[in-house]
């Protein structure tokens, strides 16, 4: 069984969570100096608002990121030792009274991290293609006055401490929880070519032209890759709640916040979908392996390994106990969600293979 909460409220302070409670968060923050989020900024300090109307970017910058800082500090306190932080962040580009230049929030957050004491791990480059005809910016074909156009964001990824150790059960519910190898290549490259959101649900609802939703494969990996089933996953910044949506189907808990009361009904309605909707994710992810393992030689098929719990082939012998347990029962709560899983031993044929 998994709970999953929406609390409204600014993350600066989220007392009601225990210290150290927190497995792993992944979030997606306002971005600093993408003017879409000034108002957000402003609200929460008139001095940002001040900032931009002198025309003092840099300055404007800094007390956004001060913001954040309130929210990193109390990640800092919620997280649990060895548990790790991924935060996807795009640096912003703007012009301010005539000058052009580069915001580089990603640089900001990672310094912030390093003097809270986080070893800083690799990050990701997640590639977002911009097809806009008007996409490059400055002096057209006249040099030395055009500016490269930006069309990727960061995950950052962080730890608290040393490695997470896994002893007695947790053992069995790490191996369990692995993925597959062909998606160990694909996740742990450190470059993401994933279309903007898709979430068709969440362009309909309100307060989705004011947000900027991440596609739910970057939670739904980002979990999988960091935490492991049974864990607790706090998203500070929750606006639609796509990383609930996406614990629901990876089997661990989570936490959101989000300031704005309206959004945050937004987000309940967004992570309201059928158990059809959610187990539709796992079977593709299982189907997608099949794919793979058709794709093999039979002189690489001849060196596979047997998954114990679904009688199909894997690479390595981290894979042979992993099951990915479906969704049998979503149940509404006043402000969340609790989701029961079919933790039964046996799947039937064909319940993943359409
Ligand atoms: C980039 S959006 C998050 C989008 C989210 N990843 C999704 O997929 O829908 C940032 C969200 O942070 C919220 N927010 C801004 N400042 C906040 C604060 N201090 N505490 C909590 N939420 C805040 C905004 O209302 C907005 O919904």
């Given amino acids: 069984m998994t709970r999953h909460e929406i609390i409204v409220g600014t993350s600066s302070d989220m007392s009601v969570i ?6 792993l968060i992944v979030t997606s923050p306002p971005y600093p100096m993408i003017s879409m989020w000034d108002a957000v900024f402003c609200e929460q300090d008139p001095a940002v608002g001040e900032a931009l109307l002198g025309g003092d970017g840099m300055e404007a910058f800094r007390k956004m990121h001060r913001i954040l800082d309130g929210t990193w500090k109390e990640c800092d306190r919620v997280l649990a030792r060895n548990g790790f932080v991924c935060i996807n962040i795009g640096d912003a580009t703007r012009t301010i009274q005539d000058e052009f230049r580069l915001y580089p929030n990603h640089a900001r957050i990672i310094q912030k991290f390093m003097e809270m004491g986080y070893s800083v791990l690799p990050d990701i480059h997640w590639r977002k293609p911009s097809n806009a005809p008007n996409k490059f910016m400055g002096s057209g074909m006249y040099p030395a006055g055009a500016y490269v156009t930006y069309e990727h964001e960061y995950i950052l990824v ?3 401490g ?3 150790h896994f002893n007695g059960a947790e053992r069995l519910v790490r191996q369990k929880s692995a993925y597959f190898w062909e998606e160990r290549n694909e996740w742990f490259s450190d470059l993401w070519d994933i279309r903007g ?4 649900h969440a362009g309909t609802l309100p307060g989705r032209e004011r947000n900027a ?3 739910l494969e970057i939670p739904y990996r980002l979990v999988n890759m960091y935490s492991v089933e049974g864990d607790t996953v706090l998203d500070p910044f929750a606006g639609l709640g796509t990383t609930g949506l996406a614990c629901m189907i ?3 808990n989570s936490i959101g916040y989000d300031i704005d009361a309206e959004i945050a009904r937004a ?3 967004n992570m309201d979908r059928g158990v059809d909707v959610l187990n539709a994710v796992i079977d593709s992810r299982l189907k997608r392996h099949l794919e793979f393992l058709e794709g093999l030689s039979d002189e690489e098929r001849s060196r596979c390994y047997r998954n114990t719990h679904y009688a199909f082939d894997v ?5 042979t106990v992993i099951k990915i347990d479906r969704l049998c029962q979503i149940r509404k709560t006043k402000s969340g969600f609790i989701c029961r899983y079919d933790n039964s031993d046996s799947l039937q044929d064909g319940d993943f293979n359409t």
């Fill in 213 to 215: 939703s991440y596609p």
């Fill in 250 to 252: 990876a089997n661990r």
């Fill in 197 to 200: 959101t898709s979430q068709t």
């Fill in 158 to 160: 962080f730890r608290k």
């Fill in 18 to 23: 225990a210290t150290g409670s927190v497995d």
């Fill in 315 to 319: 690479k390595t012998k981290q894979e």
């Fill in 267 to 269: 987000a309940l309605s």
């Fill in 162 to 164: 040393g490695k997470r």
